[in-house]
């Protein structure tokens, strides 16, 4: 249910009754039993045809790409370990060529790279058929993030163009106790 009333009052503060959602939630966290804690993100093929990939929000440098993340984007915490990432696929993913490779990686907030495909190594678009389930092996699975909060980021390789395919990212981390 979307916002009813909304208007300006005298003051020129904005007033607002009724319930507000988010029109696309992009990711977040699951709460889970223990420590154990769990942010998913779905994603589309046409999320990926930005210059800079799925997960990044903001043009910091006013460049016409996306190259940075907002503070309204689900991250991992600084110092978590990573237990595991898996990708699903909703639907059946498509290119032109069948060769595009899809990495799953980890960035600063200011969209520094921390592992560009520290989740998921060259996950192949044509292994990517409904219902099928990709494991992640990268380099960040198993250790932590590091000194800084990561923000996950999906990017494309190769030159193909990308016609087809939704998916869920899931990552599974234990944050630090401080």
Do not use: C, H
Not at 16 to 29: H, I, Q, T, V
């Amino acid at each position: 249910m979307a916002t009813t009333e909304i208007w300006d009052n005298d003051d020129g503060l904005v007033i607002k009754f009724g319930p507000e959602r988010s029109a696309s939630p992009r990711a977040g966290e699951v709460s889970t039993l223990g420590a154990v804690k769990t942010l998913t993100m779905d994603v589309d093929f046409s999320d990926l045809e930005r210059a800079l990939g799925a997960g990044f929000d903001v043009d910091s440098d006013a460049g016409g790409d996306f190259d940075s993340f907002s503070g309204f984007q689900a991250f991992i915490p600084w110092g978590s370990l990573v237990i595991r990432a898996t990708f699903f696929a909703l639907t059946d993913w498509a290119d032109s060529a069948g060769t595009m490779d899809i990495d799953v990686g980890v960035y600063q907030k200011d969209g520094t790279a921390i592992d560009a495909d520290g989740l998921i190594v060259a996950m192949l678009e044509g292994d990517l058929d409904v219902n099928e389930l990709v494991e992640g092996a990268g380099a960040i699975v198993g250790t932590t993030v590091g000194l800084n909060d990561a923000y996950i980021a999906i990017t494309e390789t190769g030159s193909a163009t990308l016609s087809a395919g939704t998916g869920r990212l899931v990552v599974e981390y234990i944050a630090p106790l401080a």
